[in-house]
């Protein structure tokens, strides 16, 4: 996935809740181009960058690794990477929290009732360090997914996901209990790079 000579590159999600606005950014800073299909590589039309499409997860790595210059991805996915690439730029969309909800009629009211319970997330780089440091000892059930539904399963007695409205929570029978961060869209950049931010201003 070699770039073009003198090609700037951006990563965003090829799908998800942050695809759209982040289009829709980039489109706001002048750049032309045709709406992805199946390609993994768009060109500007007026402009000499690439828009890479790539997983959510994976848009730090491409990043960190020079395959893009810049990297338009959620904070909360830096946050679980723990990964020190510079934030360019707060976009100010895609705003949401991460907290820690239990179900409606959970015994389960504040941090400390979280000892010795079992709380699922995609998130436990985050929550291991906050129940560390909050010296709160529960067990962490990775999951990949559907989060939501692991206390009505059985899995888990609590989970610790991202929540922009508080709807999908309330759907599935679930109370937020603590929020441990916010969280919203943030422009990255390559650590090698030297571009400035304003060159993908046309």
Known sequence: MNKAKNKIR???Q???RLMEPSLTYLKKCGLKFAENGRNLIVPCENSDVEILFVRNSDIPEYVRYSVADFGIVGKNVLMEKENNLKTVQEL???KCSLVIAVPNNSK?????DLDHERVATSYPRIL???LKKQKVSASIIEIRGSV???PSLGLADAI????QTGRTLSENGLKAILKVADSQAVLIQNPNSNLNYENLLV
């Open 92 to 94: 100010d969309f895609g």
């Open 10 to 12: 951006i990563a965003v």
């Open 160 to 163: 610790f996901d991202i929540t």
């Open 148 to 150: 939501e539904i692991c």
């Open 128 to 130: 291991k360090n906050f």
């Open 14 to 16: 090829n799908k998800g």
């Open 108 to 112: 389960i009211k504040k941090l400390t």
